[in-house]
């Protein structure tokens, strides 16, 4: 007899399975397509600990390599004297504050760290008011102005030079319909920052859904689920494509909560309001993936300045693709993958031209795949093209993710839970809210 | 030398609430105005023979109640005349009109929604409940959450205790309006453009940031909180302009007892081993008072008037990041006869509410676009009213006034504000609005535009930020002006802020000038 049925094949998914196939529990997984042959974001340690797992962890040096407009380039490293050096070259201001700034957007990231790997607590929680209180005073007023703030403010507050701001800055806007100059990156920055060290502003990959799906201990089956079955209010199981039903008290959905609970659950089960909110859910795709056949070292970023990134921006905005735009490529299994921003959903232009001509080294590479944000939601399941599922934002984060009702991960359906990156703390950190999830399920059923 | 109780540097609508209470409580208040007439921002001028203009401040809503009351404003001549509608005119002769009357403006968004209709009650609810919620707020001393000084932890306590008899609900919605976009929370309500970017253009206002930027619901939340203790969308016109506004609560001081001096401009505050002695006004007089009150914005207080020797580095550098991006401009013009709106030809009671500028949410924004890279906007957004509607005595009988405000004019514009630049943003104006109204161009008999680099040269704001500092969340309520000094205390002892640089910031609000003066009288808040 099957105890849970785990939909969907993504990072979190697996990892909920897992933890919760551990306790004894026979555990399903209905996967969809394929799990990821990388995973990106920190992997917490809560999560391989409670796994026990061996990862392999990408974490290239540089972590980034910051194309310049007169075509050199700024490499940042993981040694913070190396990096130092390099800024050097171009501001000897910007080095000197550049240990202050590590030291600092350290000790904001490390307050997430905890929170990160639980469920999102009550905002007026006493236990959080004191852990923020510890900060002092200094974290205490970073934290309070930098969250609000964008990242192009933050920036400009500690440095002058261009590609170093513009590397940074990018993973303000990484995945979201905003540009750096609009308030809430800042907090976005620091979420890509979490679990990294001092000094790296990249989230490492690894290959931490590989390794799950290979994991015996859980039944995998791939097939695609076109129903929740409900009987008066619970959970009773599953209908696969050809119609084949499978019973299960415990059903936990890593597909978005708008497809879980509106398309495949019938949303006459939920409150109107409360069906409306899920429906309003923001997920703007806004980038592209596009795989090269040929080979690159290390992570090269071509965000030059904030304003290129903000004129990028502008033009998503009106539905148009950035014709200047972000880009970064890194090694992957394959070859290159090349992560463009911004694409609106639909665009139908020559995005891996635009690639080619932009980025060194990729000029006679052949594209394997080009994946707009269209095809990213037929391919991958992302809403809309939105690999976080629920766009990362601070209405939309912490115990306000991806809504208040549903931030808990349960569901208004008893017995059906969500744990993909749309719960907290989303996409961008490997496996914690799959780990939050199956500990929520675990805590309230035993 | 003379010797006062207390000086306030500063006669703008906050230092003379702030001497009006502290009058009222017994201490001896000089006023210093540096200008020949009190107001600040808030003053009617006969700009062009027999044309009265409210030059920058032009509506008055904010103004809290319980200032109003206390200080009797009325017996002292203020009179605020209602606006009675707003209409949205849109490219090819259609309109959205927004009235008073619950009727007639639902049956107005019904042509345009049905939708939106039903969801226009509930909106006003929702932003009513959070405006009630946080108007508790607008009277309170910000404590500093880091501190450890009893009274605070206690103030801090009170403030916990508050949040957290907030139904969930509630607090999650304010949340939104926190952080959201006006554009997103205004998205989750409504379909029709029109209905949007009228709405979402208060979110705009005194800000450098576009309707989609996050932050921007906060602003519009801060616009509706005038309309909790009169009608709804209470926005009003002093009778007079808004110079009478000034006058009222600068009489009710007098009455109380407060000295004001005009064209006494204050070169300095003067500082003696951390502690304010007095000022020293230009011409080198010197006057001595326990307390010195500044209504001036953080950065002319701190940076100009007390200079930075006298400061503690980190507050120093906490004021220069206090951001101001002035983005408003002001067109003041004089006509010779109505104009005639494409949509609504003619005479009407339309023209005795506000006209906005609005057609749509991406319009605003590319408003913003253009504003972002340091230029005017091509096509600004606008907010237009006739005083002389209201209040004939505004202009020659037959002749009007018109108000408009502007958005986006950078004060950090390419090349700097030249003369050349201040007339092409009033051409800008006048040639948007002809596209609305054809007949404005024949009916302009003289025009005033001011800048935001005229806002700061005359009025003294920083940058010509009409909220003497953005009101984003990174610079509101215990971050105001600066971290640790948001409970209208300085680093220097015995000087003490009171301008909407501090909590709970601007508009025509008096909010931090009765804060101020209370906190410096020692009552708790």
């Given at each position: ?134 900060l002092g005073r200094e974290g205490m007023v970073d934290l309070m102005r930098v969250l609000p703030m964008s ?296 | ?167 969930k609900k509630k607090f999650n919605t304010l949340w939104r309006l926190l952080t959201l976009s006006s554009a ?342």
């Open positions: 007899m099957i105890h849970a049925i785990v939909i969907g094949s993504g990072v979190d998914a697996l990892v909920a399975a897992h933890v919760l196939a551990r306790t004894g529990k026979q555990v399903l997984v209905v996967e969809e397509r394929p799990p990821a042959a990388q995973d990106f974001g920190w992997v917490p340690p809560q999560v391989t600990g409670a796994l026990g797992l061996q990862l392999e962890v990408q974490a290239p040096d540089p972590w980034a390599t910051a194309l310049l407009p007169d075509g050199g380039k700024l490499e940042l490293w993981r040694d913070m004297r190396r990096t130092i050096e390099s800024i050097r070259r171009f501001s000897e201001r910007d080095a000197q504050r550049w240990p202050g700034f590590c030291r600092r957007m350290a000790a904001l990231a490390r307050l997430f760290e905890p929170v990160y790997t639980e469920a999102p607590s009550d905002p007026l929680n006493l236990r959080l008011a004191l852990r923020v209180r510890r990242v192009a403010e933050l920036l400009d507050d500690w440095f002058e030079l261009d590609a170093l701001k513009g590397a940074l800055g990018a993973m303000g806007i990484l995945n979201v319909q905003q540009g750096p100059r609009s308030g809430g990156t800042a907090f976005r920055f620091l979420h890509h920052h979490v679990g990294s060290p001092e000094g790296v502003f990249r989230p490492p990959r690894s290959n931490l859904s590989a390794i799950l799906r290979q994991r015996p201990g859980v039944l995998f089956r791939v097939d695609n689920v076109t129903k929740i079955r409900v009987e008066a209010g619970r959970v009773d199981g599953v209908v696969l494509d050809g119609g084949e039903e499978i019973e299960a008290a415990l059903v936990v959905s890593g597909v978005d909560p708008r497809r879980t609970l509106l398309e495949l659950a019938d949303p006459a089960w939920l409150d109107p309001e409360l069906a409306r909110a899920i429906g309003n859910i923001r997920r703007h795709g806004v980038a592209a993936r596009i795989s090269f056949n040929t080979s690159i070292e290390g992570n090269v970023v071509l965000a030059p300045s904030l304003d290129y990134l903000e004129h990028a921006y502008d033009e998503v905005k009106y539905g148009r693709t950035s014709r200047e735009p972000y880009l970064e490529a890194y090694p992957s299994p394959d070859g290159v993958e090349v992560h463009f921003q911004y694409v609106p959903h639909g665009a139908k232009s020559d995005l891996a031209a635009a690639a080619r001509r932009l980025l060194p080294g990729l000029e006679n590479a052949q594209a394997d795949s080009i994946l707009g944000p269209a095809d990213l939601e037929r391919e991958q399941g992302w809403p809309q093209g939105q690999p976080y599922h629920a766009e990362l934002a601070l209405d939309q984060a912490l115990w306000m993710r991806p809504l208040p009702e549903l931030a808990q991960y349960k569901t208004p359906i008893t017995g059906l839970w969500l744990c993909g990156p749309a719960m907290h703390p989303g996409g961008g950190v490997a496996g914690a809210a799959g780990y939050n999830c199956a500990r929520a399920i675990l805590k309230e059923t035993n | 030398m003379t010797s006062h109780d207390i000086v306030i540097v500063g006669g703008g609508h906050n230092g003379l609430v702030c001497a009006a209470y502290l009058a009222r409580a017994g201490k001896r208040v000089l006023v210093l105005e540096r200008r020949e007439r009190v107001g600040g921002a808030a003053m009617s001028e006969e700009v062009f023979p027999g044309f009265r203009f409210s030059v920058f401040s032009y509506v008055v809503s904010l103004l809290r109640p319980e200032i109003i009351r206390e200080l009797e404003l009325p017996r002292h001549g203020l009179h605020i005349l209602p606006l009675e509608s707003t209409l949205t005119p849109l490219p090819g002769g259609d309109y959205l009109a927004q009235w008073n009357d619950h009727d007639q403006n639902r049956r107005e968004l019904a042509r345009h929604s049905p939708r939106d209709a039903e969801a226009y009650d509930e909106f006003g609810v929702e932003l009513h409940q959070m405006a009630r919620l946080i108007k508790p707020i607008l009277g309170i001393a910000p404590p500093d959450p880091a501190s450890l000084r009893p009274r605070e932890l206690l103030d801090l306590a009170r403030l916990a205790r508050m949040f957290r008899s907030i139904d997103d929370y205004l998205d989750s309500w409504f379909e029709s453009e029109a209905l949007k970017a009228t709405k979402a253009a208060s979110g705009i206002i005194g800000t450098m940031l576009g309707p989609r930027s996050p932050g921007t619901a906060y602003v519009l939340l801060h616009h509706y909180m005038g309309e909790l203790d009169g009608v709804f969308r209470a926005w009003g016109f002093a009778k007079g302009g808004n110079g009478s506004v000034s006058a009222a609560i600068a009489s009710a001081a007098r009455a109380l007892g407060a000295e004001i001096r005009t064209s006494a401009p204050v070169e300095r505050i003067w500082v003696e081993s951390g502690r304010a002695k007095g000022v020293v006004l230009e011409g080198g007089e010197e006057i001595r008072a326990e307390s010195v009150v500044s209504g001036a914005d953080p950065r002319r207080t701190f940076l100009g008037l007390v200079g930075e020797k006298n400061l503690p580095g980190d507050f120093a550098e906490s004021i220069k990041r206090f951001k101001f991006r002035g983005s408003s401009a002001k067109v003041n013009l004089a006509l010779g006869e109505l104009p005639s709106f494409t949509c609504m030809p003619g005479r009407g009671p339309h023209l005795r509410g506000a006209v906005s500028i609005s057609p749509s949410v991406a319009y605003l924004e590319q408003a913003y676009d253009d504003a972002k890279y340091g230029q005017i906007s091509r096509r600004p957004y606008m907010d237009i009213v006739i005083p002389s509607m209201l209040d004939p005595a505004m202009a020659p009988p037959g002749k009007h006034v018109m108000s408009i405000f502007v958005q986006y004019a950078p004060y950090r514009v390419n090349g700097g504000w030249t003369d050349a630049r201040r007339e092409a943003l009033g051409d800008a104006v006048i040639d948007t609005l002809a596209e609305y109204a054809p007949n404005i161009k024949s009916a302009v008999l003289h025009r005033q535009v001011v800048t935001p680099a005229d806002i700061e040269r005359v009025v003294g704001l920083t940058e010509g930020n009409i909220f003497q500092g953005e009101l984003s969340l990174q610079q509101m309520f215990f971050l105001r002006p600066a971290p640790a000094w948001s409970r209208y205390r300085t680093p220097i002892e015995g000087l003490w802020q009171c301008g909407s640089g501090t909590h709970p910031g601007g508009g025509v609000m008096g909010a931090s000038g009765r804060n101020a003066a209370l906190a410096l009288l020692g009552e708790r808040l």
